[in-house]
């Protein structure tokens, strides 16, 4: 058999209406096109968006360092030369404290004097003096020989300011006074020696013998009560009042060279411990201690702890 007869029961294909037989069927474009989402088209991206997308958080922080970096160039602009300068070179402003000059020593024992007479008496020496001084005193600078034997002693000499007294002058003549024998290192109870400007700003001394003026008396020793006439003793310092040292008192006689051996040794005996003595009886010889300023009270004058 070599073929199947076609099937004479199957009517033949009918062409459709109105169109060739020989048209090929063609898909319908628009409706699948309509399926298709749309891209938006967009424009280009304009600078600053671009500038953004490209350094991110950097594009923020340009601006602020721009502007902060902007202040501080008018800051700079606007600051004088001489403020700049007054801010580098201006030191911290000391406090009141720190600028206030360090206090006197304050006595450890009661401050000895030679209390003034109810009425000062009027004294005219062979010498004038300066009756109120600068208030400030300057070491007598330089040293002495030891004088005398026995335990050592060392002082410092002070000459007010302003008051026309030779410092070097008033030194030897105390160094003379303490190196007598008849003075307190007498026999080798106690030596002496003057030291100067170093040895008193480190300490290294055991007194003190200022020459003060009669005006600032009040100033060396406070609250002492002198009046302006006698000398004392107050802290670590024999003060000699000038007024004393240039006329000495009535009742010397006019012998100011005895008196100044006595108020140096008196004051300096104050300063070694010693406290006021009376006259042992009328025609003796007053001891060095014994107020001579004030009164020989029937002694007869002495400057000297061993005469």
């Keep these: 058999m070599e073929g199947r007869p076609a ?4 009517p033949p294909p009918r062409p459709s209406a109105g169109r060739s037989p020989s048209r090929p069927l063609v898909a319908r474009t628009e409706v699948l096109d309509e399926r298709r989402p749309r891209t938006q088209v967009r424009g280009r991206p304009g600078r600053v968006r671009r500038f953004v997308h490209r350094y991110g958080w950097r594009a923020y ?21 001489s403020d700049a300068g007054t801010t580098a070179t201006q030191a911290p402003v000391p406090s009141p404290e720190a600028l206030a000059t360090p206090p006197e020593p304050q006595p450890t024992a009661p401050a000895e004097l030679d209390a003034g007479p109810s009425e000062v008496p009027v004294v005219t020496g ?11 005193v300057s070491v007598v600078d330089g040293s002495s020989p030891v004088l005398g034997t026995g335990p050592l002693h060392r002082f410092v000499v002070e000459v007010e300011d302003g008051i026309g007294v030779a410092g070097a002058a008033f030194a030897e003549a105390v160094e003379t ?16 020696q003057r030291v100067g400007a170093a040895e008193s700003a480190a300490g290294q001394y055991e007194f003190k013998v200022t020459l003060v003026s009669p005006g600032n008396m009040e ?28 006329t000495a008192v009535p009742h010397y006689d006019g ?25 042992p009886g009328a025609g003796q010889l007053a001891p060095v201690m014994q107020q001579q300023t004030l009164g020989l009270h029937g002694c007869v004058k002495n400057a000297w702890p061993y005469p």
């Design 7 to 10: 099937d004479s029961r199957l």
């Design 61 to 81: 922080a340009v601006p602020l360092l721009t502007i902060a970096t902007l202040v501080a160039l008018i800051d700079v602009a606007l600051t004088t030369p």
């Design 177 to 192: 006074t303490l190196g007598d024998p008849r003075s307190w290192g007498n026999g080798g109870k106690m030596s002496f």
């Design 126 to 136: 062979a010498e004038t003096y300066v009756e109120k001084g600068a208030g400030t």
């Design 255 to 279: 012998d100011i060279a005895t008196y100044r051996l006595y108020v140096v040794n008196h004051e300096v005996g104050h300063a070694l411990g010693n406290g006021h003595r009376d006259c």
């Design 219 to 246: 100033t060396y020793c406070p609250g002492v009560g002198t009046g302006g006439y006698t000398s004392c003793r107050y802290g670590d310092r024999a003060v000699i009042n000038l007024a004393r040292w240039a």
